[in-house]
């Protein structure tokens, strides 16, 4: 591995550190808002079954109401019919009172539908305020939330700038072109170093092969006797 | 029956958000309010139009008083809220035309209200935990102002129904609370 992978790895782990430092508060945020909405759901199931049972109260409350109130006509009628002779007294009468019996019947259970609606109004407020608490906890902290990764964010960057400022990253593009200068740099020294090494065996070479080289004493023959043949020596 | 895709997958869990449960998220049991009035959805049933559109329509239920909330979402969500009525309260031209022909006419007058037919689809339909699939034919017809609505769906040569009703905004469905699953 070379030197700037390792440079770069040391200052990636760094920033990773750094960061996770920072992502816990984040991880536990958003877990915490996951158990809220948990909450929120049953919460919200709990009210829908309240409510479910105010609905039916309300209906039953109605239909007893209803009840009440056609006992209470056909006892009248049965008293008109007797009015109008239309009726033996007597049956009227106990027939009326038939009437009437049923009718406060069902007045006891409108009483007690009534008082199921009124229990079951009270759950269901109480039950609101919860779910309106759990809803207002869950607002505050989505948006602390939002707040804690954007900081995280400029933290970061604030970081990064501030390492890069101070020369001190050792990833930074800077420190890394400095590094590169001061390899070339070696790598160019040592280049000339290889090139005298070079220079100065092939000067060796020179030397033997001058020794050894025939060729210029051949050359010296041939010109004098080129010159005797043309009659200058 | 417009062209939507939104309920094209089979839901096996629920994925609303506690915080904003709309009425795309409404399922049977769930209650909610409209018109300051708590409504409880008692059945639900999916339409398929083929090519993997379906709406889907909730049986609601306020006191004895029972509608029919439908949702299409055709880009955007459409909701409309009908009651289901005799196809003899179309009147006897309605009818008779019906019976002749084996379909609805193209315009329909009904309580004083033109209603222009807007759209013909064949599909079919079922309670969405059943597993009978129904075929139909869906005839919609609009009011001029398209706000109000009728509908005539034929599921056989003789069988038509009817229902009437009107487009609401999908804000007026609010403090929908969801039932606890089993």
Not at chain 1, 116 to 132: A, D, G, P, Y
Request: proline share 2%; aromatic share 8%.
């Amino acid at each position: 591995m070379n030197i700037f992978k390792r440079l770069f790895n040391v200052g990636k782990a760094e920033a990773n550190s750094a960061i996770d430092k920072m992502e816990d508060p984040i991880k536990m945020t958003e877990q915490g808002i996951r158990d809220m909405k948990g909450d929120l759901t049953k919460a919200l199931e709990g009210l829908a079954q309240v409510k479910a049972m105010l609905i039916r109260s309300q209906n039953d409350k109605k239909q007893f109401e209803a009840i009440v109130k056609d006992y209470q006509n056909k006892a009248m009628l049965i008293l008109q019919k007797v009015q109008k002779n239309e009726l033996p007294a007597e049956d009227g009468d106990r027939l009326a009172k038939e009437a009437l019996v049923k009718k406060e019947e069902n007045q006891a259970q409108v009483n007690r539908t009534i008082m199921e609606v009124e229990k079951f109004s009270q759950s269901t407020s109480q039950l609101e305020r919860n779910v309106s608490s759990l809803r207002v906890n869950i607002s505050k902290w989505e948006n602390e939330l939002k707040t804690l990764k954007a900081r995280v964010k400029v933290a970061n960057a604030t970081k990064n700038l501030n390492k890069q400022m101070a020369g001190i990253d050792s990833s930074s593009t800077v420190n890394m072109l400095e590094k590169m200068k001061e390899k070339v740099e070696e790598e160019e020294a040592l280049a000339g170093a290889y090139g005298d090494i070079a220079n100065e065996a092939k000067s060796v070479d020179d030397e033997i092969d001058k020794v050894l080289d025939t060729t210029s004493l051949s050359a010296n023959n041939d010109l004098e006797a080129l010159k005797r043949q043309m009659g200058l020596s | 029956m417009g062209i939507f895709n939104f309920f094209k997958k089979k839901e096996t869990e629920r994925h609303f958000d506690p915080t904003n449960i709309t009425v795309r998220d409404l399922g049977k049991g769930y209650i909610f309010e409209y018109n300051t009035e708590n409504w409880t959805v008692t059945a639900v049933f999916e339409y398929d139009w083929g090519g993997n559109y379906f709406t889907r329509e909730f049986t609601i239920q306020n006191g004895e008083i029972i509608k029919y909330l439908h949702l299409e979402d055709d880009g955007g969500l459409t909701v409309t809220l009908s009651d289901k009525i005799k196809i003899r309260k179309l009147g006897e031209e309605v009818t008779d035309f019906i019976y002749e022909k084996q379909k609805p006419p193209k315009k329909i007058i009904f309580e004083g209200i033109k209603y222009f037919l807007d759209e013909k689809a064949p599909g079919y339909t079922k309670e969405i935990d059943q597993e009978t699939w129904a075929e139909l034919v869906s005839y919609d017809y609009i009011d001029e102002d398209e706000e109000k609505v009728l509908s005539i769906e034929q599921y056989s040569d003789e069988s038509f129904e009817a229902s009437v009703g009107q487009i609401i905004p999908e804000s007026s469905i609010y403090n929908i609370l969801p039932k606890e699953e089993n």
